[in-house]
């Protein structure tokens, strides 16, 4: 492969990258909650009664911000995965697969900037007469658990034997799981500030590790493309030069 820098070069190689991000990501959640405990302290001596920037529950806080990055980096590395499958050749479905993935790693970061989930929330309450449950989140909790467990069925098929971006994501499945359970009041019922930082936490280290998994995922497909143009720089006058390399 020429020297010259290409998307591809945009994927971090070594694992100890990484493990740095998680333990970065890790110590960012903890400071946004931090962050949020002194937001209630001081929301006494506030105008509107919060301080919007610490507060993990509103959407103009540094943690929304922090989602919106993240799921659209994840749109971004499906679509570079996406791109470097189909070098390596793929089936029809497996394509169709990556070019949907992005746009739904883009809905979601759209939908934490600008809060749809609660417009369709709100309308649902108003077409069916009842909240079924809680406030009503039951009504985009559940598309959301079944967007993400069949994205999480296609990643696990995809990265079959890549055992560290399957752990990434297995991991990344839990915390959402958890997240999702807070929002429908099954943890922490009755303790609204503590399920709020419960459920945000477990939504941003959820988002971290679909980010590691796509990642990790990414670098070994790169490496397969990157061995493959190496073995066809061979030259052709070296009798199975090709099949000793490749081997």
């Not at 959407?59 to 390596?88: H, K, P, T, Y």
């Amino acid at each position: 492969m020429s020297n010259r820098l290409t998307w591809t070069g945009l994927i971090p190689r070594h694992t100890t990258t990484y493990v740095i991000a998680f333990v970065f990501g890790l110590c960012i959640t903890f400071v946004l909650g931090g962050l949020y405990s002194l937001g209630m302290k001081l929301s006494s001596d506030t105008t509107d009664g919060s301080v919007a920037a610490f507060d993990l529950d509103s959407e103009g806080s540094i943690g929304c911000w922090i989602s919106v990055i993240m799921w659209f980096c994840c749109g971004q590395l499906s679509w570079l995965i996406g791109r470097v499958r189909e070098s390596l050749g793929t089936g029809y479905w497996e394509r169709r697969g990556w070019q949907m993935l992005p746009a739904i790693w883009f809905c979601m970061s759209l939908d934490e900037g600008a809060s749809l989930h609660e417009g369709f929330k709100e309308l649902m309450v108003r077409v069916t007469g009842t909240r079924l449950m809680g406030d009503g989140s039951i009504y985009w909790a559940v598309p959301y658990f079944v967007v993400l467990s069949v994205v999480g069925l296609f990643l696990l098929a995809r990265a079959w034997r890549n055992w560290t971006s399957i752990a990434a994501l297995l991991g990344g499945g839990g915390f959402l799981a958890v997240a999702v359970a807070g929002q429908l009041d099954f943890i922490l019922r009755g303790r609204p500030h503590l399920e709020t930082w419960l459920e945000e936490s477990c939504e941003l280290m959820g988002q971290l590790c679909v980010l590691l998994a796509l990642g990790l995922y990414a670098r070994k497909q790169v490496e397969a493309v990157e061995q493959s143009e190496a073995v066809a720089a061979l030259p052709r006058t070296e009798p199975g030069s090709r099949e000793l390399y490749a081997a």
